[in-house]
């Protein structure tokens, strides 16, 4: 080290001088971006925890077990109405004759039941689907990211230069229309007019 070196190193301190006078009036903008990222990731993890792990108790499994009951019990006993028709006609038709006597506003009651039941369980089903949804979205960056780390180069667009500039054949994309009958428009008259 040269002695001019040493002596500004007395003077001014060892580092970039000038990068050093102007972070005290103005932020570094580079320490500004990470702290920023830091901040976002961190907020985005806080979030993700939320949905990490679901707690959920003993009934709400139990109850969870319960309602997968309907949807099999019906088809299973539908399939069980056909076989007993064709292995026991007399016991299936004393079961239909039963079934013929039950009052209809009986059966609009059932098929209320049933209805709610499946809307229910479809409104249930939405929304873990968007909550599923959502916990995925929030790991599309981090998968770019892996994908570029892998690709060595960011994503490149659908269409090339080629597909984007429009060919000697294709119309101008601004037409305008040939029938010029606006008699009570006047603004529209000199706008096409300027045309």
């Known amino acids: 080290m040269g002695m001019i070196e040493r002596l500004f190193s007395l003077l001014f301190g060892g580092g970039n001088v000038i990068r050093d006078t102007a972070q005290v009036f103005r932020e570094n903008a580079e320490n500004a971006a990470v702290r920023e990222a830091d901040r976002h990731s961190a907020a985005l993890n806080q979030f993700a925890s939320e949905f990490l792990f679901e707690r959920k108790g003993w009934f709400d499994r139990l109850m969870d077990g319960i309602n997968r009951i309907p949807r099999p019990a019906l088809a299973l006993g539908m399939l069980a109405l056909f076989i007993s028709s064709m292995t026991d006609p ?74 984007r500039t429009p060919s000697r054949n294709t119309p101008h994309p601004r037409k305008l229309p040939t029938d010029t009958s606006f008699p009570d428009n006047a603004a529209l008259r000199d706008w096409m007019a300027s045309q």
């Open 90 to 163: 007399a016991w299936f038709a004393a079961r239909m004759q039963g079934l013929a006597l039950v009052p209809e506003p009986l059966w609009w009651l059932l098929g209320v039941i049933v209805s709610f039941y499946f809307g229910a369980r479809h409104q249930a089903k939405s929304h873990d689907f968007q909550k599923a949804l959502a916990a995925t979205m929030a790991r599309a960056p981090e998968a770019m990211r892996n994908i570029e780390a892998l690709t060595g180069k960011k994503g490149e667009p659908a269409e090339t230069k080629e597909e």
